[in-house]
C-alpha cells in the first residue's frame, strides 16, 4: 500500500491562481519530499522537508508538514502554464533505513 | 555529467521472454532504486540497493531481479515477462546526507508485454 495520498487526485486552474495540493501519509517519517513529473517525463525533485521543520519556500513554492496530523501541503502562488505536471509527495520512513515511498500524484493543469 | 540513463526507452516483449532494463549513474551516488508507475499512480519500489552488492526489496518485488557489482550500474530483470508487468520503469540515484534523500531519474523505460 502506499505511504502518501494526495489530495485532490486533479485540480484545473487559471494561469495566475494559487494551485494548492495536499498529502497524507501514515507512518512516522524521517523528511517528506515533493516532486513534479511532466507528461512522458522521469520526476523532477522540487522541495524537501525533515520532520523537524513546519514550513519551507523555494521560490514560487511553499510546503509545510504538520507531524501530528500527518500531512503536507504544496501550494504553487502565480502559477503558470509550464506549472502543467502531476505533483507528487514521497516520504521516507525512520528507523535509518532508505525507502522512498511515493503518492498517486496530483494532476494539474493550469490553463492559459 | 550524464545523471541517470536508462536503456531503452522502449521496449515490446512476449509473454515468456526475458530481458534486462539498464541504469547507469555517474554521480558517485550509493542508493539506487526501480519505481515502476502505472497510468494514473505513483511509483511503486521494485528493489533498491544501498551500495555494491547490496540490494533489498521494495513494494513489489515478485518477477525482478537486480544485481549491483558496481557503483555507477544496477540493471533490472525481468525473468520470465507477464503482461501485468507492462507499465514504465523509472530507475533512480540518491544522494546520502543526514538522512535527506533527494532522488534524481532516469528518463523511463516503458515496457509493453504482449
Known amino acids: 500500500s502506499q505511504q502518501g495520498e494526495e489530495d485532490p487526485q486533479a485540480l484545473s486552474i487559471q494561469e495566475g491562481e494559487n494551485a494548492t495540493m495536499n498529502c497524507s501519509y501514515k507512518?512516522?517519517?524521517?523528511?517528506l519530499q515533493w516532486y513534479r513529473q511532466n507528461s512522458g517525463r522521469g520526476l523532477v525533485h522540487l522541495i524537501l522537508i525533515r520532520s523537524n521543520e513546519r514550513e519551507k519556500h523555494s521560490g514560487r513554492l511553499r510546503v509545510t508538514l504538520d507531524t501530528s496530523k500527518k500531512s503536507s501541503s504544496l501550494l504553487i502562488t502565480a502559477s503558470r502554464a509550464a506549472d502543467t505536471a502531476s505533483y507528487f509527495c514521497a516520504t521516507d520512513a525512520g528507523g535509518g533505513g532508505f525507502k522512498t515511498i511515493f503518492g498517486a500524484g496530483t494532476r494539474l493543469f493550469v490553463k492559459a | 555529467n550524464a545523471g541517470v540513463t536508462q536503456t531503452p526507452k522502449f521496449q515490446v516483449l512476449k509473454t515468456g521472454q526475458s530481458m534486462t532494463l539498464q541504469c547507469a549513474q555517474d554521480m558517485n551516488h550509493e542508493y539506487m532504486s526501480w519505481y515502476r508507475q502505472d497510468p494514473g499512480m505513483g511509483l511503486r519500489l521494485i528493489h533498491y540497493s544501498v551500495g555494491a552488492g547490496i540490494t533489498d526489496q521494495g513494494e513489489v518485488p515478485n518477477g525482478y531481479n537486480v544485481s549491483r557489482s558496481t557503483t555507477e550500474d544496477f540493471p533490472l530483470r525481468l525473468l520470465s515477462a507477464a503482461p501485468s508487468q507492462t507499465s514504465v520503469y523509472f530507475c533512480?540515484?540518491?544522494?546520502?546526507?543526514?538522512?535527506?534523500?533527494?532522488?534524481?531519474f532516469g528518463p523511463g523505460t516503458r515496457l509493453t508485454v504482449l
Open positions: 507512518t512516522s517519517i524521517n523528511n
Open positions: 533512480a540515484s540518491t544522494t546520502r546526507g543526514a538522512g535527506a534523500h533527494t532522488q534524481y
